[in-house]
């Protein structure tokens, strides 16, 4: 019948003998067998056999071995099997279940738990991956690699690989010694012609020229009149030693004449007369470190010269017909001598003889510009001022503020005793007035001249304010003993 084969599990009917039809993988009997960690079948069994035994506890059943295998740790998971495709030689420690944790690798690799897998092992030189890139100048890298990476790179055309700093520079071109010039000095800018960063010359500014021999700018030379027509050259035949003031292009209006000889501008010759020389020629400028004279300056007549060069730091004085020691430039600021009125010196350090400042006599001090007698609540000495006017005035003197009288000025100057203080004046006219300071000796400090067409858009009068007059005070003019004010107007 189907499913059967003869056998002696059954009898039919015809007396023939059947067993049940089983497939090939009921193979295994699983009989008991403690040294075999088999307890019995797994599953349905087919005439006496199943496809499986089960395991006792602590083994696992190995369908591949048909054996029960002790169980193992997950992390038993590699075959290691050797290939040289591979580089694993075989496993590395104990197996369980004919397997490993990892796999020992050929000399030169590592083992990488990582990923299962042998890694070439690498020295410390292989760090560059090389990576082609036009903007780095690499093709790629050089040699073997080790884990895709190189101990050099390969450069594209004109480009060199710097081991120092592991990178292609750019190669530098090849120039010759005439490209020399940075042209970055003194009134200069760059060539046309550039190789390395150099040029072979430089251009210039406005008003200078290129020198090629000593490789600068030059101030362009000033156009010479026809009167720079003589080169002036050494002569003892000419009696010619050189030229007069400062040449022009190599050239002079004059030339300088050995002593005794006299340029002649007719003749364009030295001469040895010394008939013709006016009577400015009357100095021979001896070379003398007493005097301080250097030589003579200018054209030479008779020996004679107008005037005499002097050393450094001196000057010639054509008044007193020496060579004086220079004065020192001095600003505007050192302008007083200190010797007039109250003044007692000069304070602080002097400038050609004038002071920034002066000290003062006792009883006075210094107010802006000279020495002022103290104020006193007692009244006392004190500076008187004197107006003069170039046209007729007239004006009221008030004194502790009461009109003391009116008086009628004409032109001319008109002393105010003091004490007083000087508001401010009226003219019939538009025309000057002088304002004159004074000190108790009628020593005069100081003036200022007011146009009273420039007062208030052109009006007669003018109020006098400290701008105007160099007067010390901060009112608007000043009396010393600060009792009285005196008005004119």
């Known amino acids: 019948p189907t499913g059967y084969v003869k056998g002696a599990s059954c009898n039919s009917c015809s007396g023939t003998k059947y067993k049940a039809q089983c497939d090939s993988a009921y193979k295994y009997a699983c009989t008991y067998n403690y040294t075999g960690h088999i307890s019995g079948g797994s599953g349905t069994a087919c005439d006496g056999k199943y496809k499986s035994c089960k395991c006792m506890s602590g ?35 104990s197996a369980c279940g004919g397997k490993y944790q990892r796999c020992k690798c050929e000399s030169g690799y590592v083992w990488m738990s990582s990923g299962n897998y042998c890694k070439q092992e690498c020295s410390s030189s292989y760090k560059y991956s090389c990576t082609p890139s036009y903007s780095t100048g690499i093709s790629g890298g050089s040699g073997s690699a080790c884990e895709d990476k190189y101990t050099s790179c390969r450069c594209i055309s004109n480009y060199t ?49 290129w020198n090629t021999a000593f490789g600068i700018c030059e101030k362009d030379k000033p156009a010479c009149g026809s009167e720079y027509k003589y080169s002036c050259m050494y002569s003892s035949t000419n009696h010619i030693i050189g030229g007069v003031g400062q040449a022009c292009d190599g050239k002079y209006t004059a030339c300088r004449c050995e002593t005794g000889y006299t340029w002649n501008s007719s003749t364009e010759t030295c001469g040895g007369s010394s008939s013709g020389c006016g009577s400015d020629y ?15 300056s200018g054209i030479s007549c008779g020996g004679k010269y107008k005037a005499c060069s002097c050393m450094t730091g001196y000057e010639w004085n054509p008044y007193s017909w020496t060579c004086e020691k220079d004065e020192p430039e001095c600003d505007s600021s050192y302008k007083y001598l200190c010797n007039i009125g109250n003044q007692n010196g000069g304070k602080g350090q002097t400038c050609g003889g004038l002071y920034k400042e002066c000290n003062c006599a006792p009883g006075s001090s210094w107010h802006g510009s000279d020495c002022v007698m103290n104020s006193s609540s007692s009244g006392g000495s004190s500076n008187a001022i004197t107006v003069c006017f170039s046209y007729n005035a007239s004006g009221v003197l008030l004194f502790n503020g009461q009109t003391s009288n009116r008086t009628n000025w004409t032109g001319g100057c008109h002393k105010i005793p003091s004490p007083w203080c000087l508001d401010y004046l009226s003219a019939e006219n538009e025309g000057n007035y002088t304002i004159i300071w004074e000190d108790d000796r009628g020593y005069e400090m100081g003036r200022t001249t007011v146009n009273t067409s420039t007062c208030y858009g052109g009006k007669s009068s003018c109020d006098i304010n400290d701008s105007e007059r160099p007067c010390p005070s901060t009112d608007d003019l000043y009396d010393p003993n600060g009792n009285f004010q005196v008005t004119v107007q």
């Open 59 to 93: 083994y696992t059943w190995n369908a591949s071995t048909g054996t029960c295998d002790i169980s193992c740790d997950p992390a038993f998971d590699l075959d290691c099997i050797p290939s040289s495709y591979t580089h694993i030689l075989g496993g590395e420690g």
């Open 161 to 209: 690989w710097n081991a120092v700093y592991g990178i292609c520079e750019k190669d530098e071109p090849e120039c010759d010694s005439s490209y020399k010039y940075t042209c970055t000095g003194s009134y200069q800018m760059t060539g046309t012609n550039s190789c390395d960063g150099k040029y072979q010359s430089c251009r210039c500014i406005s008003g200078y020229t």
């Open 282 to 296: 009357k100095y021979t400028c001896t070379y003398s470190t007493l005097t301080h004279i250097l030589s003579g």
